[in-house]
Every structure is written in structure tokens, then in C-alpha cells.
């Protein structure tokens, strides 16, 4: 059973207007966070086409240098000494550069764009013509001949009824455009079928899909991963000194529990920026009347959002820096380099638990990469106007059955970690992080294996509803691991001040952003290889939003490959990952009865001091 500190004079500690301008401040940095954490991946993949393999990459490369950057970053935080102190000069300042790099990423051009041929169907051989040569015949070189593709019907449009939607046959079936396929050399018909569908296949990727070639391809992704990177070094000036004065802003551990619960608490409603990738295409309409095409006016609604929701976000964020007091000064006047802090970090051996345990839970970050992508996807088909609003007016199920999805994601996310500073007072914390990292993994791992059981479709009363429990669970227990790690990363500053005399917020707190990122980027590199195998990727993924575009499910496109994929995602790499968390703080070195010893001598020494010093 934890104890509280005992102190003989009263402890220094925030106001209730400090803590709501620092938290206010936290809610706009993690709205930041998730726009560019949960909407990058799906804008670079399903908007600007740019390969899974090639983003996936940019992503971890990125994670490599925050190993560096991080600490680095940590270290002049704790090095920095100003009237304001040491965390607080930078939440002044760096919202409004985030602001601008946030932004940046978004503003890349489009690695490919799909053109006007969309869904196409060979020609009953037996019904072909004699070819004819017409500017509409496309040519395609495969296995060394080449072959020429000539549309039925006189067009390469598909055909749309009075109302410009596609037409489709008495089985629902989506009328396609009929070519004739002949061998350049001789102007033969195929009447080979497996021949024919195998050419069809190649023709419908690369004509119906362009892709940007050297300088221009290099340059595109070249600005996504400087864009990136810029954005993360400068996200981490503000995240490390955001967490680290939390740990300054009072000497109650009482009260540092419930700040950093709180704060966990807002950093998840700071969610609300996953919403950035649902909300954009309602911008597209605007585009599409001053004349831009689908895949041009989806880009530029991306962009308008980002701008609207970033400028909204870092007004918020700038209330951190106006409102949050130091009132913890660090014992030590003494300064160190950066080689000395990464000693300090990894021989605190209750931290370097936490941190390796941090990045084998590095999985779990694929639920907030992935998420938006399958609701798109699997929830709206890439079209959430048409999923709701029907000719029969709203879509009521549709709208209840995902509401109950989000009740479940989000009050496990939100609502259960605010349970946690009960929890500490009752368990220690060492036993309340191994359970969450162990009965976590049961409901992450049933996820997908309900979607097996479903046979890929859970849209059904019965099945939302199983899956908003297992959500729920899961996200309980991420969440709660969250305000545990960041408790436990501030009981570590602790032990570190009293074992050799220095107070190092910047740098571990500076851990904590390193894992979150790092982790992201491990994640990224595992959605990246299972995307590549399923192929689902670049050309892929632009003739994917056609289909669905002309009517299309993608429950069972591609034989369902792609909505499996995204399931097993959020559902086996974080089981895993949550089992291994547990190993490395099963023997925990920092038990609470040892903490709340700790605690009680530092706050003494500081009275003492506190009281000399008035003499």
C-alpha cells in the first residue's frame, strides 16, 4: 500500500488556475500531436499516394534521430536557467513555431494521381470487332509485346446516369468500361481469357494511375521526411519541457499524481485531433466548385483543415506557457553534457526499466495510426457523406452502431485512467503497471480474432457492441499505463535527486517523449511491412478510392486482404507488444514504501533549507 509524503511545514504546490492553463495548454499540444500522428500517415498513403514503404521509412529514420534529439533536448532544458525557470521559457515560445512546422508536411505535392480511367472489364471475345485505328487507343508494353486497348463504347468515362452516378445492372453490379484487347504487331484479338484478364490487371495499374518519376519523386519525398523531421524536433523543444514542469510545479506527490493523471487524462482528449482525418473531406466540396478534379480537391481540403484545426490548437497550447509556476527549485547549480545525462538516464536503473519497457509496448501506438484509416476505410468506404446520408435521409444505424464504437474507445482512453490516483493509493504501482501490460493484451488480441469470427463484416448491432467492449479494455489499459509511466518516470527525478544530488526533468521527461516517438516509428515500420505484403500501396491504394469512389465495399475488396490487415494491426502487434512491456519491471527497482522515504527526506532537506535561508 502506497503512502503519502509527511511533511512539518506546508508544501509548495499549484493553483487550481495554474492547473487549468497548464492543462488547456497540454489539450492543444497533443490536438498537434494527433493531426500529424493519426492524419500523416493516412494523408501520405490514401491523398498524395506516396509508397507505404517509402513513409513507413521517413517515419522510423525519424524515430532514429529523436534517440539523439531527445535527450539532447533534455539536456539544455536542464541546463537552461532563466527568471521564469527552466521549462517555462520554452512553453512560451514554441507554439507558434510548431504551428508553422505542423502545416509544412501537408503542403507536399502528390507522389501520383489517379487519371480518368477508372474500373475496366475485357470484351466477350466473341463479340469483338475488327480493329480500327482511334486517337482513345492506349497502349501497354507487357513481357516484351506490346498491346493495344480500345474502349467499347467510345469512351474510357464510366457511364453515370441522369444524375451523374455510376449506373449499375439489375445485381447491383457496377457497369465497367468494355475494352478490346489486340497485339500491336498484327492488330489480333485476345481471345486467350486468362491472357486477357492477366494484361487487363497491369493495364488497370499503371493507366489508371500516375506516378511522379525522377527529380519529382525524389522531391516529394524528400519535403515529407525534412517536413517531418522539422516537425518533430521542434514538437519535442515543446513536449519535453510540458511534461518536465510537472514535476516542478509542486512538492506534493499527491498532487503530482493528479496533475499528471489529469494531464493524461486531456492528452487523450487531445484525440479530438484524430478527428482531423473524418472531418477534411466535408472541405472538398469548395474545391471541387472552383473546378478541381477528386483527388486534387480531397489534397486541398486536407490542407485547409490543417491550417484551421493547427491555428485553434496552438492558441490553446500558448495558455501552458502564460499560466504554469515553477515552484520546485533544483538543489543543483551544477550543469551537464550530454554524454553525462545519457549516463545519468540509463544507470537510474527504476528509469532504464521504464524505457525499455516503453519501447516493447511500441506496438500499441498502431491503434492510433491505423484507426482513422480503417474507420475510413472500413466504416465509410472513403465517402462519409454517402455512408450517412442515404435517400432515405441519415443513416441512423450506421451513426448508432459507430457511436457505440467511440464509447467504448474513448471512455476507456479517457474515463478509466482518471481512476488511477484511487488505484496508487490502494496498490502499488509496480503491480498496477505488470497487470494493465498483461490483461491489456487479452482484449488487443480478441479483437481481431472476433473479426475472424465475424467473417470480416462486425457491422451489426452484435458485433459493434463486442467490439466497443473490447475497445474499451483495451484502451483502459493503455491509457492507464500512460499516467502510470508518467508517474513512475517522475518517482525516478526523485530517486535520481536523492541518490547523486541532481534534479534531471528535462532529460527524463525527455525519455518519455522518446519513447512515444520512438515507439511511433517502430509502429510505422510494422504497418509498412504488413501494407507492402498485402500491397496495399501507392497505385494500389489510388485505384482502392476509385472503386470504392464508383461503388465499391471495401469489407470485400481484394477478397478482404485490406480490412484483415488493418484488424490484425491494432489487434495482434499490440498483444504482443503488451506482454513483453511486463518483463522489464516485474522486478521493478523503485517499490512506493521506498519512494514516500525518499520523498519525505527530500522535502525536509528542502524545508530546511527554505527555513535557513529566511534567516
Not at 482528449?269 to 480531397?298: C, N, R, Y
Not at 518516470?489 to 520512438?518: H, M, W
Request: glycine share 8%.
Amino acid at each position: 500500500m502506497s503512502k503519502q509524503p509527511v511533511s512539518a511545514a506546508k508544501l509548495n504546490t499549484y493553483t487550481k488556475k495554474e492547473l487549468a492553463g497548464y492543462l488547456t495548454g497540454l489539450a492543444g499540444q497533443n490536438i498537434i500531436y494527433n493531426i500529424i500522428g493519426t492524419g500523416l500517415a493516412f494523408y501520405f498513403q490514401s491523398v498524395i499516394f506516396i509508397p507505404a514503404m517509402a513513409y513507413s521509412l521517413i517515419f522510423a529514420l525519424a524515430r532514429v534521430w529523436d534517440a539523439i534529439n531527445d535527450p539532447m533536448m533534455g539536456t539544455i532544458v536542464d541546463k537552461t536557467r532563466t527568471k521564469w525557470g527552466k521549462c517555462k521559457p520554452y512553453l512560451l515560445f514554441v507554439p507558434v513555431v510548431i504551428l508553422v512546422t505542423t502545416i509544412l508536411p501537408f503542403l507536399n505535392g502528390m507522389y501520383a494521381e489517379p487519371n480518368e480511367l477508372h474500373e475496366v472489364e475485357v470484351q466477350d471475345p466473341t463479340a469483338y470487332v475488327a480493329y480500327v485505328e482511334s486517337d482513345l487507343t492506349k497502349e501497354l508494353e507487357y513481357e516484351g509485346v506490346t498491346y493495344l486497348f480500345v474502349p467499347v463504347d467510345g469512351s474510357w468515362e464510366l457511364k453515370k446516369d441522369e444524375n451523374g452516378k455510376t449506373l449499375m445492372d439489375e445485381e447491383g453490379n457496377i457497369v465497367k468500361n468494355k475494352v478490346m484487347i489486340y497485339t500491336a504487331d498484327d492488330k489480333a484479338p485476345v481471345t486467350d481469357k486468362a491472357l486477357a484478364e492477366t494484361i487487363l490487371q497491369e493495364f488497370q495499374s499503371e493507366l489508371g494511375f500516375v506516378k511522379k518519376t525522377g527529380f519529382k519523386a525524389i522531391l516529394i519525398v524528400a519535403w515529407a521526411a525534412i517536413s517531418y523531421i522539422l516537425w518533430g524536433m521542434t514538437y519535442t523543444i515543446g513536449d519535453i519541457p510540458l511534461w518536465g514542469v510537472t514535476s516542478l510545479m509542486t512538492e506534493d506527490q499527491g498532487d503530482r499524481a493528479k496533475a499528471l493523471t489529469l494531464a493524461r487524462a486531456v492528452a487523450n482528449v487531445g484525440m479530438i485531433g484524430t478527428l482531423f482525418t473524418m472531418i477534411a473531406p466535408a472541405f472538398q466540396g469548395m474545391f471541387k466548385a472552383q473546378g478541381m478534379d477528386e483527388a486534387h480537391s480531397l489534397r486541398m481540403a486536407y490542407i485547409a483543415l490543417a491550417v484551421v484545426m493547427t491555428v485553434f490548437a496552438s492558441v490553446l497550447f500558448q495558455f501552458a506557457g502564460l499560466s504554469v509556476k515553477e515552484r520546485v527549485a533544483p538543489q543543483n547549480k551544477k550543469t551537464y553534457t550530454i554524454k553525462e545525462n545519457f549516463k545519468i538516464m540509463f544507470g537510474n536503473k527504476p528509469f532504464r526499466q521504464i524505457l525499455i519497457s516503453g519501447i516493447l509496448r511500441s506496438p500499441i501506438q498502431l491503434l492510433g495510426i491505423i484507426a482513422m484509416t480503417l474507420v475510413m476505410y472500413y466504416f465509410f468506404d472513403m465517402d462519409i457523406n454517402r455512408a450517412l446520408f442515404t435517400e432515405d435521409g441519415l443513416n441512423i444505424s450506421l451513426v448508432l452502431k459507430i457511436l457505440i464504437l467511440v464509447v467504448g474507445l474513448f471512455g476507456g482512453m479517457i474515463g478509466f485512467p482518471l481512476c488511477v490516483p484511487k488505484l496508487i493509493q490502494k496498490y502499488e504501482k509496480k503491480k498496477l503497471y505488470n497487470f494493465f501490460t498483461l490483461v491489456g493484451a487479452i482484449p488487443f488480441a480478441l479483437i481481431f480474432v472476433f473479426f475472424l469470427i465475424s467473417k470480416g463484416d462486425i457491422l451489426t448491432w452484435v458485433g459493434m457492441s463486442v467490439m466497443s467492449v473490447l475497445f474499451f479494455m483495451a484502451a483502459a489499459a493503455m491509457g492507464s499505463l500512460n499516467v502510470l509511466q508518467s508517474v513512475m518516470i517522475a518517482d525516478c527525478v526523485d530517486y535520481e535527486e536523492y541518490t547523486n544530488g541532481i534534479r534531471p526533468d528535462g532529460v527524463f521527461f525527455s525519455g518519455q517523449s522518446f519513447i512515444t516517438k520512438l515507439s511511433a516509428g517502430i509502429a510505422s515500420l510494422i504497418s509498412g511491412a504488413v501494407y507492402a505484403i498485402v500491397q496495399f500501396s501507392g497505385k494500389n491504394v489510388a485505384l482502392l478510392n476509385n472503386a470504392l469512389a464508383n461503388g465499391a465495399d471495401f469489407k470485400t475488396y481484394n477478397d478482404g486482404k485490406y480490412a484483415a490487415a488493418m484488424f490484425f494491426l491494432i489487434s495482434i502487434p499490440p498483444a504482443i507488444g503488451m506482454l513483453l512491456a511486463a518483463i522489464p519491471t516485474w522486478k521493478y527497482a523503485l517499490p512506493d514504501d521506498e519512494h514516500t522515504r525518499i520523498l519525505n527526506e527530500l522535502n525536509a532537506k528542502r524545508n530546511a533549507a527554505s527555513v535557513e535561508a529566511a534567516e
